[in-house]
């Protein structure tokens, strides 16, 4: 993979223009430093324990991975008290294969590719927190598209399946699964999402989150661009 | 000083245990708002909010309290109460401020969803007397649970209070404040800071 250039301006990654600009009751941001860690890995631990006790109880300190130059942490934190309410792990294969490399081989179009694998997606109240999710989903898709990755892969137990299909990811293995030994060596179904596709395929799609992602602006979404850049090795 | 605002104390049943304080206005002994808040602000750094209600408050002096209390050096956030229709007469952007949030009060089987959905909401508070008959009829309670579930899905933070049996779940969700037993609020900032010194202090209301 050749290295990249930042652009000065960031570009939008939507077909549309803005309409209108949103408040949200909390704020998505990169976490940074230890006390951002442990948030995250308590939150993470407490989702993960609801439905696998076991996976809770491994997840309850911070992986290694979290620790990895170029992984990014995104954080949601409400404004009123800023008890954190959901996190997700950027992790793209610009220093190391992805994680999910590590229990198959993933089919030749995506050889070479700029991947990016979303991680330990843990919300407070399991599967309500909706507005926290897609905000975390908005911030990581940009973030995907102003670092000119190719491809967003992800894997996905059956219950957690449902969040990519709905995101119109294609499912890489046909419906066949993997045991993943890191997330409870449970069968999980692959997914990817091609980056430059994805805008058409929500917009041409009537997709629900598309005004949420396209037109409406979220000063509450605040991205540190610098980080992001230095940690994907992306010069300016 | 603080002597003599009458205070109303708030705690987290989730670890870690945070904490708020409320203002009653009604026993502010004459003060104006702006000059309660201020000088409450230099004794609540260790709780996470600070809750006013304001629907009896003009506009004006509204305006006035989130500019003395911005002038403070305080990093907790101020919470104005209050109905939809105050929130209304503030203006369309009444809180362009990091430090300033609204909290729709007296949520019951009433309230219009979309009311709560408004985008400068970030707290709600349930209506004591409304908790405490959904408590005891399940179509409220049905209602009390959905609206928990939207709270939830939004994002927003939900106050309720402990007059409901199950000490505040409902089904899988539960309030993520609760205010202390009455017994145990102090009349003042200064007194709370002698007998509840520490955050753990106030782990009062039940084992989750």
Redesign the interface.
């Known amino acids: 993979m050749k290295p990249l250039t930042a652009s000065p301006f960031r570009e939008r990654p939507y077909s549309t223009a803005i309409e209108l600009q949103?408040?949200?009751?909390?704020r998505v941001r990169l976490a940074k430093g230890p006390q951002d860690l442990c948030k995250v890995v308590d939150i993470r631990s407490s989702a993960f324990a609801r439905h696998l006790p076991s996976q809770g109880k491994a997840l309850s300190t911070p992986e290694a991975d979290d620790e990895f130059p170029e992984v990014l942490l995104l954080l949601?934190e409400?404004?009123?008290?800023?008890?954190v309410?959901g996190s997700m792990r950027l992790q793209p294969n610009v220093r190391r294969p992805l994680r999910v490399e590590s229990v198959t081989r993933l089919p030749k179009p995506y050889d070479g590719c700029r991947l990016i694998e979303f991680m330990r997606l843990g919300i407070?109240?399991?599967t309500?927190?909706?507005?926290?999710v897609a905000?975390l989903a908005k911030a990581s898709y940009e973030i995907c598209y102003a670092t000119k990755m190719d491809f967003i892969v992800a894997v996905g137990r059956r219950s957690t399946s449902a969040i990519y299909r709905s995101m119109l990811f294609d499912d890489v293995l046909h419906g066949e699964t993997v045991l993943v030994p890191h997330a409870g060596n449970l069968p999980h179904s692959i997914y990817c999402l091609p980056i430059l596709e994805a805008d058409r395929r929500w917009r041409e799609g009537n997709h629900s989150l598309y005004d949420f992602m396209a037109r409406t602006e979220h000063p509450d979404i605040h991205v540190d661009y610098r980080h992001v850049f230095e940690a994907f090795g992306i010069t300016s | 000083m603080t002597n003599g605002l009458q205070l109303r104390h708030w705690s987290?049943p989730a670890e870690p245990r945070?904490r708020?304080v409320e203002l009653l206005l009604s026993n502010a002994q004459g003060k104006s708002l702006s000059i309660a808040v201020r000088q409450l602000a230099r004794d609540i750094e260790d709780t996470?909010?600070l809750i006013v209600r304001v629907d009896d408050v003009d506009g004006a002096e509204i305006h006035q309290a989130i500019d003395a209390f911005q002038r403070t050096a305080c990093s907790t956030?101020l919470?104005l109460a209050g109905t939809h229709s105050t929130l209304e007469r503030l203006g369309s952007n009444p809180f362009d401020s990091d430090r300033v949030?609204w909290m729709l009060d007296d949520i019951d089987v009433t309230t219009p969803w979309s009311e709560i959905v408004s985008?400068?909401?970030?707290?709600i508070r349930f209506c004591p007397d409304f908790v405490a008959r959904a408590g005891r009829n399940m179509r409220l309670g049905l209602v009390l649970e959905a609206t928990l579930?939207l709270a939830?899905?939004?994002?927003?933070?939900a106050l309720g209070s402990h007059d409901a049996p199950g000490g505040g779940v409902y089904g899988?969700?539960e309030f993520?404040y609760l205010p202390l037993a009455p017994a145990r609020s102090m009349p003042s900032v200064a007194r709370d800071r002698i007998l509840h010194g520490s955050r753990s202090a106030h782990a009062i209301t039940r084992d989750r």
């Open positions: 949103e408040n949200l009751p909390f949601a409400r404004k009123l008290d800023k008890r309410l407070e109240n399991g309500s927190g909706q507005m926290v905000a | 987290s945070t708020a996470a909010f956030r919470c949030g985008e400068h909401i970030e707290a579930l939830r899905d939004l994002g927003l933070c899988r969700l993520d």
